[in-house]
């Protein structure tokens, strides 16, 4: 099928990561959105230093969307290392979520799908960050059954 | 003074709250950059909604810049109340702070000064954000103090 060979071996991991949260967040009632923030290494390992999902819902916020609580969980960091990063989400990221990937100059960012929404991709790539979109379709349905169930909650996320 | 002279009046109570911020987050051995989100009422009346200072140091967070924390304290709101709000900040925003910016659709953004970093700001003309920049001494000066002695601080805190 034609998502499956648009995902890379080494975004395996990141992408599955950043879809569990998802799914463990409408699991909570929460809007389904995921995100893994991945640290490539030179032996070509990959370690997720940081994973969450959107925490409207959950936990009252209007700024905790996943990709912000990716960030966080991977904690303080040296800028550098951040360079040797991707960052996966369910969805295409929000203005807020792509001034935070440009604000650390993270190179890389694998996003599921930008059917339900396209944020600011177009301004990551004009600075030079690669940005790819798998189209998936699990991504997709779980947004899908949110918002047919939750529309207000999922206008209010993305400031409609 | 030429500073004093670009401050309007319906401007006062936001930006010294910001200051305030600023200034609490320098006593506490953290990056002085504060924020306020005001709410203009039609009556004439401003009402901070929400607050609060850099947590980089104080929280070790690397998402909780001073209008995320401002934002964050305004609590979940229907979209539309962010119209009427201008966001008040120290310091030049970032991409991420302009993001947030943009995703809420702030019409107006109030900046205490851009000397010491200048952030997105023409991000945000290009998409019809007013931009208000005070040239202030006293945040110049806060960032001043603090940088001399906590360089690595800062350079994390802007991904440099
Ligand atoms: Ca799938
Ligand atoms: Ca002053
Ligand atoms: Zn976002
Ligand atoms: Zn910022």
Not at 46 to 71: D, F, K, P, Y
Not at 126 to 152: F, P, T
């Amino acid at each position: 099928p034609p998502f499956e060979s648009r995902l890379e071996e080494r975004d395996a991991v990141g992408f599955e990561t950043a879809v569990a949260y998802a799914l463990k967040g409408l699991g909570e009632g929460g809007i389904p959105i995921g995100s893994a923030l991945v640290h490539h290494q030179a032996n070509g390992e990959a370690w997720v230093v940081g994973a969450g999902h959107n925490e409207r819902v959950q936990r009252g916020s209007c700024v905790m969307h996943a990709e912000i609580v990716a960030l966080e969980a991977a904690g303080r960091l040296p800028p550098h290392r951040y360079r040797n990063m991707t960052i996966y989400t369910t969805l295409s990221p929000c203005s807020m979520c792509c001034g935070a990937i440009l604000l650390y100059k993270i190179p890389r960012v694998v996003i599921g799908e930008n059917t339900t929404f396209k944020g600011d991709e177009e301004l990551l790539r004009s600075r030079g960050v690669e940005v790819v979109v798998l189209d998936d379709i699990a991504c997709k349905e779980a947004m899908s059954k949110y918002i047919e169930a939750n529309r207000e909650e999922w206008y209010e996320d993305i400031g409609k």
